[in-house]
């Protein structure tokens, strides 16, 4: 009955790969706006399959132009999606942390960012912040670049010390409001703007400074460190995901991971 039908092993591999690269697609527009268009474009993308097994010609040609076009618009109108599905990519395979990410750096001569790091100046401030309920926002960077994020705020290129970050976060300073980033063991700007996360899975008791972590850390590889203002609770964000420490010791456990990695 079905003898018409030919079915391959790279038929098979081709459907797989296929709803894989949906289904990761959906993960990264959930709970967004943009789920609705991508619904919308699938329910399109369905009825033109269904239009040209048909041999409905003129309606073919019609939505097959409109498709056409609209590939160009998917980038524009998915463009921070797209963006991000791209890094958690990188991160995931070029992550010289493990053998995926060693192999290809080594075939494609890329060469990991050396971090370098006052950890015990880090520590000590974010234990005394901690302690006092002084909201904190750092990032560390790491293999990206963060200029992007340091031009929105100001440039005081100084060397690290716990003195100095805890007199810029403090509540009186102009400017403890925003993100500080750190490179190369600098303290390269303060009072830095992030874009907020989307993901509707962040808890409710996490305020803007959590979220502005989360919303970075979707967008580079940096390590990005949070004190609560209400609660004192020292947190890190790492590619979308924020988890809350137990204290300043597991705060350093985790920066000697990022020093130690090199």
Not at 11 to 29: E, P, R, T
Not at 62 to 87: D, K, N, T, Y
Not at 173 to 188: Q, V, W
């Amino acid at each position: 009955m079905f003898n018409f039908i030919h079915i391959r092993f790279i038929d098979v591999f081709d459907i797989l790969l296929v709803a894989i690269l949906i289904y990761q697609v959906f993960k990264l527009m959930k709970g967004t706006v943009a789920i609705r268009i991508f619904f919308s474009i699938v329910v399109i993308y369905l009825f033109w399959g269904l239009v040209r097994a048909l041999n409905m010609e003129l309606l073919s040609t019609l939505l097959g132009q409109v498709l056409g076009v609209g590939v160009l618009a998917l980038f524009i109108v998915f463009q921070p999606e797209i963006r991000r599905f791209l890094l958690r990519l990188s991160m995931r395979y070029f992550d010289a942390n493990n053998w995926s990410g060693m192999f290809w750096r080594t075939l494609f001569f890329m060469r990991k960012a050396t971090v370098i790091l006052d950890i015990d100046a880090i520590t000590r401030a974010c234990r005394d912040m901690s302690e006092h309920r002084i909201g904190a926002l750092i990032l560390i960077t790491r293999d990206s670049l963060l200029d992007t994020y340091s031009e929105t705020g100001d440039i005081i290129d100084a060397r690290l010390s716990c003195r100095l970050l805890e007199n810029i976060f403090f509540k009186n300073s102009p400017l403890h409001d925003g993100a500080m980033i750190i490179e190369n063991n600098r303290i390269k700007a303060a009072r830095c703007t992030l874009p907020i996360t989307e993901n509707p899975d962040i808890p409710a008791d996490y305020g803007m400074r959590h979220r502005a972590a989360v919303g970075a850390s979707e967008h580079t590889d940096a390590f990005i460190i949070v004190v609560s203002e209400e609660t004192g609770c020292i947190s890190v964000a790492e590619h979308g995901d924020i988890i809350c420490l137990s204290g300043a010791n597991e705060l350093r456990a985790k920066l000697l991971e990022i020093v130690g990695g090199n």
